[in-house]
């Protein structure tokens, strides 16, 4: 299976901050890598498919790069609504595994 | 908008199989372009990938549960169904399920999730 590893862990940060989490794959998997947004009791949510796009809906202060082993997704200014945990994902291949989740909150 | 609803038994005995159904409603199951999936959620843990299936009955099952695992789909109802037998105690998580859109739509990520149902080994 491939190993997506996430850091930070955590990440404490002001609303309006600039943030950026990184996930990096124990193999190289071009561009087949998302991220979801996830807060406690509610149903996750796809914010960046193919490593770069940006999902229907989702607000442009969330931006996506990376390809190979290692990938960024960047909140420009951070909003109250986006303390959340973000997990990575990849679907390079079989088991399409996650993250461990970088859980970003206030502070 | 397309919904997902996640129903079953909150609480399972051990060595018994867990059995999980997922609604579909506001769209039809019936697509060429998306599979439907199963994810689970242990508390401080990511997700886990359980598997997949299209309306057509092709499956992806994740390595580490296929003994173990099966998913169905019954169009006629519009829902699928997530069955694992031989539960223990590590297989208490919240499960989700959600639509998986093709690789040539959103990259085979998950763009529709239901809220998740917390299910619980014990006896």
């Known amino acids: 299976d491939i190993q997506m590893t996430q850091s930070p862990p955590s990440l404490s940060a002001s609303v309006g901050d600039r943030v950026t989490i990184t996930c990096r794959a124990s193999q190289r998997i071009s561009t087949y890598l998302n991220w979801y947004q996830h807060k406690p009791g509610k149903a996750p949510k796809l914010l960046i498919y193919a490593a770069s796009s940006l999902h229907s809906g989702v607000p442009s202060r969330f931006s996506g790069s990376g390809s190979g082993t290692d990938f960024t997704v960047t909140i420009s200014s951070l909003q109250p609504e986006d303390f959340a945990t973000y997990y990575c994902q990849q679907t390079y291949s079989h088991p399409h595994t996650f993250g461990q989740g970088t859980k970003l909150e206030i502070k | ?123």
């Not at chain 2, 006629?76 to 919240?94: E, R």
């Open chain 2, 1 to 123: 908008q397309l919904q997902l609803q996640e129903s079953g038994p909150g609480l399972v005995k051990p060595s018994e199989t867990l059995s999980l159904t997922c609604l579909v409603s506001g769209g039809l199951i019936i697509s060429s372009s998306y599979y439907w999936g199963w994810i689970r959620q242990t508390p401080g843990k990511g997700p886990e990938w359980i598997g997949s299936i299209s309306y057509g009955g092709s499956t992806h099952y994740n390595p580490s549960l296929t003994s173990r695992v099966t998913i169905s789909v019954d169009t006629s109802k519009n829902q699928f169904s997530l069955k694992l037998t031989s539960v223990t105690a590590a297989d208490t998580a919240v499960y989700y399920c959600a639509r998986r859109g093709e690789q040539w739509i959103v990259n085979e990520a998950f763009d529709i999730w239901g809220q998740g149902t917390m299910v619980a080994v014990s006896s």
